[in-house]
């Protein structure tokens, strides 16, 4: 009787160094929405360097939906990983998510759109503004200062959008370009069909677009194509799908981001973190505009 209650003992408490150890080595990543091949990239990026690195990732979707996004965090902390790397649905609902994983102490790092309020360790994403105004000094290069232009925002409330179109304005306000609507189209591409056949109807005379995504770019090359309009149409994310599209001469051109290092450096700066390693605030990924 006494060996057995050894031997449950022992059973014991490797059970506990076991879940323990797995803790210790699990981080995880919460994507706005896995319905966008930008952030399934980034989701790829991100869970190949935690392979190199040994640790388990655990992946969770939060459906563009910000109680979602907070019931997942909910979770997390209740599964107790060592860190959480987010990609948040709204740069300010957000906020409330963050301020769980901190109340846990655990550290939260941003991918590719920020929050507005609680502590977060470092935030790894594109130069938005940047990428707005190449798109804009793009379209000047090749249709004229003058142009005529449509814009089609994304979700409004998402750091991406708002310093997106920031740049992008940057660029009208210091030509003469005419911006002749400004819409939003919540970077999805059906959305972004619809929205723009409208637009073209009341804009006949629209010269070029700016879509803050690939996917909204194109949903407006469809409308484009049945409206018979002769429109340049300037993407932003360089997804497999836009660069196809640029590459067969339907997209003008597509502001590149590399989201699959987007993910790679999140993981790799959470390592950093973890091991006591002093990283930056703020942790820039390149861009480069993408033509045929």
Request: glycine share 8%; no cysteine; hydrophobic share 45%.
């Amino acid at each position: 009787m006494k060996k057995l209650a050894t031997l449950i003992s022992a059973a014991l408490l490797s059970t506990t160094v076991s879940v323990s150890a797995q803790a210790q080595d699990t981080m995880a990543i919460v994507v706005s929405t896995l319905n966008n091949p930008f952030f399934v990239t980034m989701k790829d990026g991100a869970e190949a360097k935690a392979k190199e690195l040994g640790y388990n990732l655990i992946v969770l979707d939060s459906q563009n939906d910000p109680s979602k996004e907070l019931s997942n965090v909910e979770d997390l902390t209740v599964r107790g990983v060592k860190a959480i790397l987010i990609n948040p649905t709204d740069s300010d609902a957000v906020s409330n998510a963050i301020r769980i994983a901190n109340r846990s102490e655990i550290p939260v790092l941003t991918l590719d759109r920020g929050a507005s309020r609680g502590t977060v360790v470092s935030h790894i994403a594109s130069d938005n503004i940047v990428g707005g105004e190449l798109a804009g000094h793009y379209i000047m290069e090749k249709v004229g200062e003058k142009a005529k232009v449509i814009q089609l925002e994304g979700i409004a409330g998402t750091s991406a959008a708002r310093e997106r179109g920031e740049g992008f304005m940057n660029a009208v306000k210091s030509s003469d370009m005419e911006l002749l609507a400004s819409q939003p189209a919540d970077f999805d591409r059906t959305k972004g069909l619809n929205v723009m056949e409208n637009l073209l109807a009341a804009n006949p005379d629209v010269e070029a677009v700016f879509a803050q995504n690939d996917e909204m770019a194109l949903g407006a090359l469809r409308a484009v194509k049945a409206s018979g309009k002769d429109v340049m149409i300037v993407g932003f994310d360089g997804t497999d799908d836009g660069i196809a599209a640029v590459n067969r001469g339907q997209l003008a051109a597509t502001v590149a981001q590399q989201p699959d290092l987007i993910g790679a450096l999140g993981v790799e700066t959470a390592d950093k973190v973890l091991k006591g390693e002093k990283v930056e605030e703020y942790i820039p990924v390149p861009l480069k505009v993408i033509t045929q």
